[in-house]
């Protein structure tokens, strides 16, 4: 009996450090989600302040951390997980995001604004694969969809708390724009401390163990060609299609959003931050209820189907029907549930799953670093798209979700419920493989 009651206390105590961790982990998607919608909301006050040109504002777009910068730190930060372990990098890349910050904090001129995004998307990337990794290695067996859910629920949460601190500090003008930077400086230093506390992934540790045990020599560094196998390749194709695809949409969505509000006849600062808050708190319920319930227990691929068919649908409807308040408002709850358990919570999952230990935070990196970089390249386009009209960037958006959503059904892994041990057995790779070394 009392045997039973300590295990219960040890079990109880272990849930709640792993609940934890992936929190602290997750953090990065917060910070990551706050950046991009804090830049997007500054750039309105620094055009006017620092006379900002058009072709200016789009190569911060393009450099920032929704795109090249972010993409770049990815590549990077997924090398050096791999290398050092992912504590070293989830650690001390958020006193990099924060120095990053000092200069949007301080910015002053435009060049200093283009510094500083360039700078938080190095480090918000370098994040990504480093927390990402964390949080699929420490996350008990079933349970890991749920772990990585309460991450993406962080990356809707950014940007409702950056949205409504600009509102109510909207009569500063300048000066609220870096209260709001401030915030988030102050939450990555804090992270930094609070991050101190954890331990290295211990399944990153047993890995570069087992390489040492193969030959008797000590560990080598993962090498990038390590990756470059057909093995890895179909995994990689399969996912950047799946999530770029999808991601074309959601950087495009970010000139379309505003283009419905006004439409429906209220332009107001107060009713756009609803909206736009509201979208995200349905887009949270939907991970809540649906991926973080069911992405461990269901059919990953019918579960994702479900969310696409639900996203096509819900962006085909304002190519087809006139722009009315009901539609509008139809459009933004179909695309919000639809999101929640869609592609960017399945490519967090399945990015961990697919790869062995020490290729993990590589692939991740090196797949979201095409991503975003490609985004970056494609932003500078989307000005272009928009004149073509409204129906007819409609349609194009449409096929972004449609083809993401044909590319994940038909590449989906079956996954549910299975440990990462029993996933890198399935892989077939021979131990020496499995933890590969330099030669």
């Known amino acids: 009996m009392a045997g039973d009651t300590i295990e219960a206390i040890d079990a109880s105590g272990s849930e709640r450090n792993d609940w934890k961790n992936t929190i602290l982990a997750g953090l990065a998607n917060y910070i990551d989600a706050g950046s991009i919608v804090a ?19 789009g190569l911060i777009g393009a450099l920032g951390p929704n ?9 990077v930060g997924g090398r050096l997980c791999d290398l050092f372990g992912r504590k070293t990098i989830y650690q001390y890349d958020m006193l990099f995001y924060a120095f990053g910050m000092l200069w949007l904090i301080f910015a002053m001129n435009a060049w200093t604004i283009l510094i500083g995004f360039f700078l938080v998307g190095l480090a918000v990337g370098a994040d990504i694969p480093a927390s990402w990794s964390l949080i699929a290695e420490s996350a008990p067996k079933g349970a890991r969809g749920k772990h990585s859910g309460v991450a993406q629920v962080l990356w809707y949460l950014g940007p409702v708390v950056v949205l409504f601190m600009f509102l109510a500090l909207e009569p500063l003008g300048l000066l609220g724009a870096r209260i709001v930077f ?16 954890m331990g290295e992934s211990q399944r990153w540790l047993d890995a570069k163990a087992d390489v040492a045990l193969i030959d008797g020599s000590p560990p080598q560094p993962v090498r990038l060609r390590d990756l470059m196998k057909a093995k890895w390749i179909g995994p990689m194709a399969f996912l950047i299609g799946m999530y770029g695809m999808w991601n074309l949409w959601a950087g495009t969505n970010g000139f379309f959003f505003p283009y419905i509000l006004r439409t429906v006849g209220n332009q107001s600062q107060s009713m756009s931050v609803a909206v736009q808050s509201l979208s995200f708190f349905i887009g949270m319920l939907s991970i809540w209820l649906i991926f973080m319930q069911l992405a461990d227990k269901v059919n990953q691929r019918l579960l994702f189907l479900v969310s696409a068919t639900i996203q096509v649908i819900g962006m085909a409807l304002l190519a087809i029907f006139p722009l009315t308040l009901p539609m509008a408002l139809l459009h933004v709850f179909l695309m919000s549930v639809g999101q929640g358990f869609g592609a960017q919570s399945f490519f967090q999952l399945w990015s961990a799953e697919m790869f062995p230990t020490l290729l993990r935070s590589t692939a991740q990196g090196l797949m979201f670093g095409v991503v975003r970089i490609t985004l970056g390249v494609f932003s500078f386009f989307v000005p272009l798209l928009t004149s073509t009209g409204f129906q007819t960037l409609a349609w194009i958006l449409t096929g972004f979700l449609f083809l993401s959503g044909l590319i994940g059904f038909l590449g989906a892994p079956r996954n549910e419920g299975k440990s990462l041990d029993e996933l890198e057995a399935e892989m077939d790779v021979a131990p020496i493989d499995r933890h590969p070394a330099g030669v």
């Open 39 to 57: 830049g997007s909301a500054a750039l309105a006050l620094w055009m006017e302040a620092y006379k900002l040109s058009p072709s200016f504002v």
């Open 182 to 197: 401030a915030h988030l400086a102050i939450l990555a230093v804090a992270l930094t401390f609070l991050r101190s506390r």
């Open 67 to 75: 795109a090249i910068s972010a993409g770049i730190g990815a590549f």
